[in-house]
């Protein structure tokens, strides 16, 4: 079946630019999750959805970066004003329901100029 | 103190070698404990979950010591398809789901 699909699979942008990623989880999971992995490290968790709403964004660097799943499906995470820092690579995650196994998709590369 | 810490690596062992990974974590509240496996510019996959007694998946063994707050996964008769970085992950108690993961550690398996 279909896994975690993410859009686009590279992006480069220049500093101080607006980005989004979007993230298809496998079909019927409630629970999403976006981790983002810099070169060299493991992936560091951002925030969490149980179906529309976000359970835990305490994993977001700063009010730049915001992320929405209006109809708890499809995700959409959104970086304001991008700095070089940003760079790295953008991981979505989906579950049957929270505390199940997670399937991560292929992730976004973000390149901030 | 990072919350999961890994053997630095790089681990370069020729085919057929064991290879053991050893992993500490700081927050006694963690709960849940895997392995994932990622290779080279893809996602993580989940390799195994690692329980307190023990668990093995044919060349694979992984083990918990909640005591010692310490994770091993060990790779028996290495094939060259293994290369790959091993990250030890964990999940707090009460959370909802977040995992937390290690640095990881890069296994090169040569022929």
């Known amino acids: 079946g279909a896994g975690v699909s993410q859009t686009p699979s590279n992006k480069v942008t220049e500093k101080g630019k607006y980005v989004e990623l979007r993230c298809d989880p496998i079909s019927g999971h409630t629970a999403l999750y976006w981790y983002r992995q810099s070169l060299g490290q493991g992936p560091e968790f951002l925030i969490y959805?149980?179906?529309?709403?976000?359970?835990?964004d305490s994993g977001l660097p700063n009010d730049r970066f915001f992320a929405v799943r209006p109809e708890g499906s499809v995700s959409t995470l959104k970086i304001q004003r991008t700095e070089r820092g940003d760079s790295a690579v953008y991981l979505c995650?989906?579950?049957?329901?929270?505390?199940?196994?997670?399937?991560f998709g292929p992730g976004t590369r973000l390149l901030v100029l | 103190r990072k919350e999961v810490e890994q053997d630095p690596g790089p681990f370069n062992v020729p085919e057929g070698a064991t290879v053991a990974f050893n992993c500490t974590y700081s927050?006694?509240?963690?709960?849940?404990f895997f392995w994932y496996r990622q290779d080279c510019r893809k996602e993580p996959k989940l390799l195994m979950s690692v329980y307190s007694s023990g668990n093995e998946d044919g060349r694979f063994t992984a083990q918990l010591n909640r005591a010692s707050q310490y994770i091993s996964l060990l790779i028996r008769d290495s094939k060259l398809s293994d290369s790959a970085t091993y990250l030890c992950v964990v999940n707090l108690q009460g959370s909802q789901g977040n995992l937390i993961f290690g640095k990881g550690t890069k296994l090169s398996v040569k022929p």
């Open positions: 927050n006694s509240a963690s709960q849940s």
């Open positions: 959805f149980q179906g529309t709403g976000a359970a835990d």
């Open positions: 995650a989906s579950s049957l329901a929270s505390k199940e196994t997670q399937y």
